[in-house]
């Protein structure tokens, strides 16, 4: 998973200015040469945190809910692009190329892989939902 991580201009919600039309261009070309190459699961934008929430689990099992906005941007995530590829180099290959999400300003993509069920030892909990 490709994340991009949010920035102050991403938390304001703001619609994004004339100055982004080059930049969501390069992402559709971006996002369609995946899809043509077959990597690519899915991708999204993500609301402001303000727009969400947190749910919190104490060590006994009781639940809060948080409500945003959430004050560390620098945790937090913008969107993402989900890829499936056949090796980290690939995934690393295609990440080198993701579009600057961001137009003028520092930014960072992170990139992790999910845990699939070859992971984890046969008739673990992974093996049992995926039938």
């Given at each position: 998973?490709?994340?991009?991580?949010?920035?102050d201009?991403?938390?304001?919600?703001?619609?994004?200015?004339?100055?982004?039309?080059?930049?969501?261009?390069?992402?559709?070309?971006?996002?369609e040469?995946?899809?043509?190459?077959?990597?690519?699961?899915?991708?999204?934008?993500?609301?402001?945190?303000?727009?969400?929430?947190?749910?919190?689990?104490?060590?006994?099992?009781?639940?809060?809910?948080v409500?945003?906005?959430?004050?560390?941007?620098?945790?937090?995530?913008?969107?993402?692009?989900?890829?499936?590829?056949?090796?980290?180099?690939?995934?690393?290959?295609?990440?080198?190329?993701?579009?600057?999400?961001?137009?003028?300003?520092?930014?960072?993509?992170?990139?992790?892989?999910?845990?699939?069920?070859?992971?984890?030892?046969?008739?673990?909990?992974?093996?049992?939902?995926?039938?």
């Amino acid at each position: 998973m490709i994340q991009v991580r949010a920035t102050d201009v991403s938390e304001r919600g703001e619609p994004p200015g004339p100055e982004y039309a080059k930049l969501f261009e390069e992402m559709g070309a971006f996002h369609e040469e995946m899809a043509r190459a077959g990597v690519l699961l899915d991708g999204a934008g993500l609301r402001p945190s303000r727009d969400g929430w947190r749910q919190r689990y104490d060590a006994d099992g009781r639940r809060e809910v948080v409500d945003g906005p959430f004050a560390e941007t620098k945790e937090l995530i913008a969107g993402y692009t989900l890829i499936q590829v056949r090796s980290e180099e690939e995934a690393r290959a295609w990440a080198s190329r993701f579009p600057m999400p961001f137009v003028g300003m520092a930014c960072e993509i992170e990139v992790r892989r999910l845990y699939e069920d070859a992971d984890f030892a046969p008739g673990g909990d992974m093996a049992i939902r995926s039938e």
